[in-house]
């Protein structure tokens, strides 16, 4: 068993865990943070992606054990009380989402992104970005206008 | 899946992890970013008894700007590669390969020792080891070596390294930063490589002294294509070097390609790649 002590949305978690424990499993089954979601469990759906110290990451792709010490934020994390994300309520606002498996996921990737973006990126760029996000119901189109209204926000300050 | 069950170990220097390495040899993996590790733990391709994570090992994620050459610490993230300056300046090569590993999340966790280390053949630093001249910096709790891409890639997931070894630093020749192209055939964004050319080039009296062209994704390891090497220098041409590079293997085909595909792919993307490595150096001459 490790001993860890990780913040997850600004809150102070300590814990033991079996070494072989994911980060998404101690996320949904010790923190009961069940909104980060598991899809494939190799990294390739990008349902599980999280934000630790800032920067995304697979949660099936890390030991819990590794996130020792870090800052881990969740979809739990971006609305305010009631209040959502910008990011959040564009993809309301353009129905970016259907089933909505994969859209924690998608939420911390354009959330990570949108902290990092200058100016807005093109469509193309957008699709790029999110390749590493698998939706099987919308087609893309809307998560795409979505981020797009969300990126555009972002790039000019008005997050 | 979940892994199966090891022992999880986090040394918190180089010492403590060689010790580890000493101690368990085989039985040991090494976790650094784990992006390819996890993965295999989650589908049980490996089931180690001892994991070494090396999250808490401190100075293992510097990059190094030497006279001719630039050291990547073994931890160093994909992401790392990306942004940094002074690979800009003196590895645009590994700037512009860093970007087709996987995604984005990827890119922030996995690392440059890590993938090297694992030696998948289509992965991308392996390839732009070899382009760029690199080796391959061990230690061990005995001692340290150097090992050239051609010593160190032996086969699938199989490298020169010995058990008690840890991957310590991987070093890339810079003078190479001016005439270079690469060019990888994937068949979505993220995925991995079907077939990557990498080329690079130094002038030499005259025209081109050295030429490099390695790729990916035509045998167990990556591999450099002499003849290949040498049409570039005595001609220039990038198509007849995409064309000695196509007739000069024989992949294998699999789900992802055929053997003809895949030569096909080698010849467009060598083509792409010697004529980008040309076209900068003509760019960079004065009267260019």
Redesign the interface.
């Known amino acids: 068993m490790?001993e860890i002590a990780v913040e997850v949305n600004g809150r102070a978690e300590t814990a033991e865990v079996?070494?072989?424990m994911?980060l998404s499993?101690f996320l949904r089954g010790v923190l009961g943070l069940t909104g980060t979601h598991v899809g494939c469990?190799?990294?390739y759906c990008?349902s599980c992606?999280v934000l630790?110290d800032g920067?995304?990451?697979?949660s099936?792709?890390?030991?819990a054990?590794?996130a020792?010490g870090s800052s881990v934020r969740t979809v739990e994390g971006l609305a305010d009380g009631e209040e959502l994300s910008s990011i959040q309520q564009a993809f309301k606002d353009c129905h970016g989402l259907q089933c909505g498996f994969c859209t924690p996921g998608l939420l911390m990737?354009v959330t990570?992104?949108a902290a990092e973006v200058a100016s807005t990126p093109s469509r193309h760029q957008i699709?790029?970005?999110l390749?590493?996000?698998l939706c099987r119901c919308t087609g893309y189109h809307q998560i795409v206008d979505a981020v797009e209204q969300a990126l555009d926000q972002a790039a000019g300050g008005g997050r | 899946?979940?892994?199966?069950?090891?022992?999880?170990h986090?040394p918190s220097s180089q010492a403590e992890a060689l010790d580890l390495l000493n101690a368990y040899g085989d039985e040991a993996v090494v976790?650094s970013g784990?992006?390819s590790l996890?993965?295999m733990?989650?589908?049980r391709l490996a089931r180690p008894a001892e994991?070494i994570?090396l999250?808490s090992v401190g100075g293992m994620d510097l990059i190094v700007t030497e006279p001719d050459a630039v050291s990547v610490g073994a931890r160093v993230t994909h992401?790392q590669m990306e942004a940094d300056p002074d690979i800009a300046r003196h590895l645009p090569m590994a700037r512009d390969a860093a970007g087709f590993i996987?995604?984005?999340?990827?890119r922030?966790?996995g690392t440059v020792g890590g993938s090297v280390a694992h030696a998948d053949p289509s992965a991308e630093w392996p390839v732009v080891l070899l382009a760029l001249d690199g080796s391959v910096d061990l230690r061990s709790k005995s001692g340290a070596r150097c090992l050239g891409g051609d010593d160190f890639f032996q086969t699938v997931f199989t490298t020169g390294r010995q058990a008690d070894e840890l991957v310590v630093s991987v070093r890339f020749a810079s003078r190479f930063a001016d005439n270079w192209g690469f060019s990888e055939f994937q068949r979505?964004?993220?995925d991995f490589a079907v077939v990557v050319a990498a080329v690079a080039c130094a002038a030499g009296s005259g025209g081109i002294g050295e030429a490099r062209v390695a790729l990916a994704g035509v045998a167990d390891r990556p591999v450099r294509c002499p003849e290949a090497e040498e049409a570039l220098i005595a001609t220039e041409d990038p198509q007849a070097v995409a064309e000695v590079a196509r007739d000069a293997f024989d992949p294998v085909g699999d789900s992802h390609g055929s053997t003809a595909h895949r030569k096909q792919l080698v010849y467009a993307q060598v083509l792409r790649a010697a004529g980008e490595a040309l076209a900068r150096r003509d760019k960079g001459r004065p009267d260019g």
Do not use: W
């Open positions: 490790v079996d070494g072989r994911l499993d469990e190799h990294g990008g992606t630790v920067a995304s990451a697979r099936c792709l890390m030991l054990a590794q020792n990737t990570e992104i699709r790029e970005q390749a590493g996000n | 899946m979940k892994p199966p069950k090891f022992r999880y986090a976790l784990g992006q996890i993965p733990l989650n589908l994991v994570d999250g992401r996987g995604f984005r999340a990827i922030n966790r979505r964004t993220g």
